[in-house]
């Protein structure tokens, strides 16, 4: 395990983040007492896409129209009727 002072890591950080990429432990240290470690983050899990059920989606887009407007329209009426 190795440990840099504040100063050290200040002046040499890139060479000390390669080294904890190798596997190394690094510890920074202030006034000989370790106050922190460095550790690679670990890669992101890339996010399974979700399937998407197009009659729920159809329902509910035919359930929440007027049959009178499209809802652009309505949402224009909602606005412009709006006193401010």
Do not use: F, N
């Not at 596997?23 to 998407?52: L, Y």
């Not at 329902?59 to 129209?65: C, H, K, L, T, Y």
């Amino acid at each position: 395990m190795s440990e840099y002072s504040i100063a050290t890591v200040k002046d040499q950080l890139p060479r000390i983040i390669d080294r904890m990429l190798d596997g190394e432990p690094v510890i920074i240290t202030r006034r000989g007492k370790p106050v922190a470690r460095v550790v690679p983050i670990e890669p992101a899990v890339a996010a399974q896409p979700h399937k998407i059920d197009l009659e729920w989606l159809r329902s509910v887009r035919e359930a929440a129209s007027t049959g009178v407007a499209p809802t652009i329209d309505t949402v224009k009426a909602m606005r412009d009727d709006y006193r401010y």
